[in-house]
């Protein structure tokens, strides 16, 4: 089944520690996104790559880094920097007008 | 820019009751226009979309948007909801033909149906 995958669905860290979320698809989309969730706050775009070995800092870039080396994977690393990291994170890819969605992962940062 | 307000952070509901969640969107340009829902701890899931044609649309689960272009609208409607129907609502806006460009969400609506 083609779809998008995120692991783990729970992850616990230690403050000061960085940690790297994972994101694949096999629907062969050019586009993949990073989005957090807060209660209360929506959907807010941390970053977004169109195309592989490109990407653009979204409204909350800031303690996040990204890199985007292959087509299928675009994994999200939650620095030391990011003063509030606690959330639910999203990984979405776009073909055509739609954005398809994984099933998130869960960081808790103790 | 576009920007989405949704009007109600929480909406309770009756079981077999209607019910309306409206949707409200800022654009100086043409637009396509989305719902998707979020059951606990999982990803968004589409339940309809409006990109161009007939201003109702119709999507899974018995839900239906109406566009509303003067009053900047998209507000979705269910004329009778069941319990598995709670969960959050995200509207979503995006440019027309913006290519790879992210969709720009509202905060949600928390829809709760009581027995």
């Known amino acids: 089944d083609g779809g998008i995958t995120q692991s783990p669905k729970y992850l616990f860290r230690k403050e000061g520690q960085n940690v790297t979320l994972s994101c694949e698809q096999n629907?062969?989309?050019?586009?993949m996104y990073w989005y957090r969730q807060d209660p209360g706050q929506g959907l807010r775009l941390i970053y977004y790559?169109?195309?592989?070995?490109?990407?653009q800092k979204g409204d909350i870039a800031e303690g996040y880094s990204v890199s985007r080396e292959k087509k299928e994977s675009f994994p999200l690393t939650v620095t030391s920097a990011q003063k509030n990291p606690t959330a639910f994170y999203l990984c979405?890819?776009?073909?055509?007008?739609?954005?398809?969605f994984g099933p998130g992962t869960r960081l808790t940062v103790l | 820019a576009q920007s989405v307000t949704q009007l109600d952070s929480q909406v309770p509901v009756f079981e077999e009751a209607p019910v309306e969640l409206r949707c409200n969107y800022s654009?100086?340009?043409?637009?396509?226009l989305f719902w998707y829902v979020q059951y606990p701890n999982q990803g968004l899931q589409l339940l309809l979309k409006?990109?161009?044609?007939?201003?109702l649309v119709k999507g899974i689960n018995g839900f239906e948007a109406e566009f509303n272009k003067s009053q900047t609208s998209f507000h979705l409607r269910k004329p009778s909801v069941h319990i598995s129907d709670t969960a959050e609502y995200f509207c979503?806006?995006?440019?027309?033909?913006?290519?790879?460009?992210?969709?720009?969400f509202g905060k949600g609506t928390r829809l709760s149906v009581i027995a």
């Open positions: 409006y990109l161009s044609g007939s201003t």
């Open positions: 629907l062969n989309h050019d586009a």
């Open positions: 790559s169109q195309i592989v070995n490109d990407f």
């Open positions: 979405a890819s776009k073909y055509y007008n739609e954005q398809f």
């Open positions: 979503a806006v995006s440019v027309s033909n913006s290519g790879n460009t992210p969709l720009v």
């Open positions: 654009s100086s340009v043409s637009v396509y």
